[in-house]
Nanobody, 116 residues
Framework: QGHLVESGGGLVQPGGSLRLSCIASGFLFNTYDVRWYRQAPGEEREFVGRINPDGDITTYADSVKGRFSMSRDNAKYAAYLQMNRLQPEDTAVYYC?????????WGQGIQVTVSS
């Protein structure tokens, strides 16, 4: 059974940066898309970005384009979300998702709070 564990969240001031990590185990990570989602209180889960298995194609939501970037290290079974120029509206629980066909793995989520 596959598992994903996120880390790197926390409290940051507006304009600051954070790097989230997603560590996978129990499945062939290098064959899966990795996606990041986020969910703010009282709102629906929102797509943030996606990286393909080879790590050479990324797609981002308009709300984070130019500020967030995704990468992955398949040898380490890891994916990363670099978040720059963070704003209060980026406050949410961030989730890592690995997806292949109809197989879906989710992390437990990690809190990111942007506040002065």
């Amino acid at each position: 059974q596959g598992h994903l564990v996120e880390s790197g969240g926390g409290l940051v001031q507006p304009g600051g940066s954070l790097r989230l990590s997603c560590i996978a185990s129990g499945f062939l990570f290098n064959t899966y898309d990795v996606r990041w989602y986020r969910q703010a209180p009282g709102e629906e889960r929102e797509f943030v970005g996606r990286i393909n298995p080879d790590g050479d194609i990324t797609t981002y939501a308009d709300s984070v384009k130019g500020r967030f970037s995704m990468s992955r290290d398949n040898a380490k079974y890891a994916a990363y979300l670099q978040m720059n120029r963070l704003q209060p509206e980026d406050t949410a629980v961030y989730y890592c998702n690995a997806y292949l066909a109809r197989i879906d793995y989710w992390g437990q989520g990690i809190q990111v709070t942007v506040s002065s």
